[in-house]
């Protein structure tokens, strides 16, 4: 079946770093994604990896492990306004079906 | 960027009822959408892939008489909840890509919060 693990939550002050892992099983893969959903909002799109390695993007990293189905997401100076859902999100076939996991939320304390 | 709208973005409605909710891409053509439903606190869960004149395929465990979907045209997919309950309350969010689908070009819809009383 499919399994895409990451932790429920984690907390970290302003201007900290913080890195959200994911772990993930999928019968296919095309890509790992991370998004950002602020309550009662739709997903907003941050990052894809599809090869091994990290890729920066602003104070947003994000890095991948095909042979260890491992990724992780990093928060680097955190502002306030990051506080929010993370979602890690496997593309299972070449068509676009993403599987999610259940998200982290990241709660920023001043 | 590429923008996907919903309509409406919530709805309330009495058990039994039916409701249908608008995903459209409103500056690219979208061959395929996607449907989705998040319960509070957890993860999106794909309901359905819909291609644009042809029949959804629907993800195990969702009905798909109860979820009607219909993607007429290349901006526009439909969802309708037939006799809905209040255990179909949900946050219902489509998603739509031009480029054969691929998942780095998938653009979200804002999400309809349906509350079944």
């Known amino acids: 079946g499919q399994n895409i693990d990451q932790p429920t939550e984690m907390t970290a002050t302003e201007g900290a770093i913080v890195q959200i892992n994911c772990t993930y099983q999928t019968s296919g893969f095309n890509g790992l994604f991370w998004y950002q959903q602020h309550a009662g909002e739709a997903p907003t799109f941050l990052s894809y990896n599809v090869l091994d390695g990290l890729e920066e993007k602003g104070r947003f990293s994000s890095f991948l492990s095909r042979s260890k189905g491992y990724s992780y997401l990093l928060l680097k100076e955190l502002q306030m306004k990051d506080s929010a859902s993370y979602l890690c999100a496997v593309g299972t076939d070449s068509w676009g079906k993403l599987q999610f996991g259940a998200g982290t939320q990241v709660v920023v304390t001043p | 960027g590429a923008v996907v709208s919903q309509h409406p973005s919530w709805v309330i409605c009495k058990s039994g009822t039916s409701v249908k909710i608008e995903c459209r891409s409103l500056d690219f053509q979208a061959t395929t959408m996607f449907w989705y439903r998040q319960f509070p606190k957890q993860s999106l869960m794909l309901m359905a892939t819909?291609?644009?004149?042809?029949?959804?395929?629907?993800e195990q465990g969702v009905e798909k008489d109860k979820f009607l979907i219909n993607h007429a045209s290349l901006t526009l997919s439909t969802l309708t909840v037939t006799s809905a309950h209040p255990e179909d309350s949900s946050f219902y969010i489509c998603?739509?890509?031009?480029?054969?689908?691929?998942?780095?070009?998938?653009?979200f819809g804002p999400g309809t919060r349906l509350t079944v009383l």
């Open positions: 819909s291609n644009e004149g042809s029949k959804a395929t629907y």
């Open positions: 998603s739509a890509s031009g480029d054969s689908g691929r998942a780095d070009t998938q653009y």
